[in-house]
């Protein structure tokens, strides 16, 4: 099915595990960068201003900086953030905010959350989301956020500049999780990809359950995307990469008996004809939900590589 | 545990006096016979009233919603829920002049209660004949305000939008305010904070839930949640007694929304289960669309319900 380089992936876990010994270590690293970031940018640009008060945050005190949302970024495994506003004579605001994710892929993860399309707002090789005067996009391990609302054609302009200021000071890699890799190319929607380590998104693009069927943990990681399909309504493909097999073995069982009606099968259909697969290879867990055949279940789950 | 027998005779009264009839000097109320007709059969099969009134007159040419018309549509919305005529006589019989009122309103920007829907709510307690004095508008600081700490009423009014933990933002999570330790009702998607609304500080206080529908946002993106693109103009108000039966249908809308924009089934993630929690576990109110009466007034296209 696939040929993972679980070994790389092991060595990369336990240096980061290292690095979370030294917690406070860290956070203070964090946050000097954070700093560093914010001081690299222009004191005015335009019409506006930097403001002399950034305020930074962490994962206690996250929620009094966004209310209600916190959580979602804790799930990403959210170290720091730093918010820096400009302001202009009027009072109005331009919103800067940085986030250290800690590694490159929970900050892939973040931005892949909710983004609905791709562009190159910032620049070839950054993947951005730009609308109505909201940006976002991701480098290296920072996720970055600037609202300019409402939005102008000067705002625009403004936030592209700031943005392309910002991503130049990163100079860590933007590298993407290995599994997303794993996604079969043919009819992808590039822009439905999602990325997470928590059971809560398993319910982004076909309602399973609220409940976490497929103990999905801080230690699994999955990635899902839709694809386009002959009929109106896109498949959804899911691959989970449980810590263990014996892990990946209970969800598989879990599975089928909640929503492949128990069949031994590894392939069943509903009563409106649309397919479900659930296919296992070691501690790797290949989900399909409704694919329009049989053939198509089956495509993408031998696509996975 | 709320007092039971006590709400459902609150309930009952505001079924009993349901005995709707057309109200001549209101636009909005011309050519609702039918409606009217429906409200009346349907409350004698004790129904839960939901008003959903629309405007689109309501929002001026800045987006602003123009308090002259939000006046207007809560107090069709107050004569519809209370079966008087007049709208002021309908206020009369949800506060009375001695009650001590907080009204619980929701300050997120950019998308807030709004100061048109406040100020309105503030003007007709005090058309019901409550003093100034005794009147309190506030969000975060419920605890320590000392009109909420004495208030024997409260009017709960806030916007529903998506959102990034609890599926979306409701007349519900609007109480987590009342608690001085939010952050340990947001497991499960905030699925406990049905109960809430069961501790002393606001049990058999609320007399009236506004959901406030001017430019509900559908889908999250970013850090503040605030995405522009996924903002929608519905010009709506949705009033009722009973909270969770307003989020039912509020819920309905924005999920309606989400389809239409997306172009597919796109349920929300996470699942606003915590309204359905409200009802099964702690019998709040009911979120059951066959038990509730939804009387529509005004603008009907795309009315997602």
């Known amino acids: ?305 | 545990m709320q007092d039971e027998t006590k709400w459902k005779l609150t309930r009952r009264q505001f079924i009993k006096q349901a005995s709707v009839a057309t109200i001549g000097s209101s636009f909005l109320l011309s050519g609702n016979d039918v409606v009217f007709a429906e409200t009346e059969m349907n409350s004698k099969r004790t129904l839960t009233d939901v008003v959903l009134v629309r405007n689109k007159e309501v929002l001026d040419k800045r987006g602003k919603p123009r308090h002259d018309i939000v006046l207007e549509m809560l107090d069709v919305a107050i004569s519809h829920l209370t079966g008087k005529k007049d709208a002021i006589e309908g206020w009369r019989t949800l506060i009375k002049p001695e009650d001590i009122v907080g009204i619980k309103t929701n300050v997120w920007s950019p998308i807030g209660t709004t100061k048109a829907v406040e100020q309105s709510l503030k003007a007709r307690m005090m058309s019901a004949g409550v003093s100034e004095r005794n009147i309190s508008i506030s969000d975060r600081n419920v605890l320590y305000d000392p009109v909420f700490k004495k208030a024997t009423a409260l009017i709960n009014a806030r916007p529903m939008r998506s959102h990034h933990w609890s599926g979306v933002g409701s007349l519900l999570k609007n109480y987590i305010m009342f608690v001085p330790d939010p952050y340990n009702y947001h497991e499960d998607s905030c699925a406990r904070l049905g109960e809430i609304w069961t501790y002393p500080i606001v049990r058999d206080k609320t007399r009236l839930n506004v959901l406030v529908m001017f430019t509900p946002q559908f889908h999250n993106v970013g850090p503040h949640g605030f995405s522009p693109k996924h903002v929608w103009k519905y010009y709506g108000l949705i009033a009722g007694i009973d909270p969770v039966a307003v989020d039912t249908i509020g819920v309905k809308i924005i999920q309606g929304i989400r389809n239409e924009y997306f172009g597919e089934q796109r349920p929300l993630a996470p699942s606003p289960h915590h309204i359905e929690m409200a009802d099964i576990k702690y019998r709040i109110g009911t979120a059951d669309l066959n038990k509730i009466n939804l009387i529509k007034i005004g603008y009907e296209e795309g009315s997602f319900c």
Request: net charge negative; charged share 25%.
């Open chain 1, 1 to 305: 099915m696939r040929s993972r380089e679980k070994t790389l992936n092991l060595i990369i876990l336990s240096v980061m595990l290292a690095a979370l010994t030294g917690k406070l270590a860290m956070g203070n690293d964090s946050t000097s960068r954070l700093e560093s970031l914010v001081h690299g940018l222009p004191e005015t640009i335009e019409e506006w201003h930097k403001s002399p008060d950034f305020s930074v945050y962490d994962a206690d005190n996250l929620y009094i900086y966004i209310n209600g949302g916190a959580e979602l970024y804790i799930s990403y495994k959210f170290i720091n953030l730093i918010s820096q506003p400009y302001v202009n004579l009027e009072d109005d605001e331009i919103k800067i905010d940085i986030f250290d994710m800690g590694s490159p892929y929970n900050a892939y993860g973040i931005f892949s959350h909710s983004r609905e399309t791709i562009d190159d707002f910032v620049g070839s090789n950054i993947e951005s989301e730009y609308a109505g005067g909201l940006l976002t996009f991701w480098k290296g391990r920072y996720y970055v956020s600037i609202l300019a609302y409402p939005e102008t054609e000067s705002r625009k302009l403004t936030v592209q500049k700031l943005a392309r200021n910002i991503a130049e000071q990163i100079q860590e890699e933007s590298v993407k999780p290995p599994l997303v890799a794993l996604l079969p190319e043919e009819n992808l929607q590039p822009h439905s990809v999602r990325y997470f380590r928590h059971y809560t998104w398993m319910n982004m693009y076909h309602f399973f359950s609220n409940k976490n069927l497929l103990n999905i943990d801080h230690q699994t990681e999955v990635v899902m995307a839709k694809y386009t399909v002959d009929t109106g309504k896109p498949a959804v493909l899911i691959v989970l990469d449980y810590l263990d097999e014996a892990t990946a073995v209970a969800a598989q069982d879990t599975f089928k008996r909640n929503f492949m009606a128990g069949v031994q099968d590894e392939y069943t259909h509903d009563a409106d004809q649309l397919w479900t697969a659930c296919v296992r290879d070691k501690d790797l867990l290949v989900i399909v939900a409704d694919a329009p055949s049989l053939e198509t279940a089956q495509r993408l789950v031998q696509g996975v590589k």
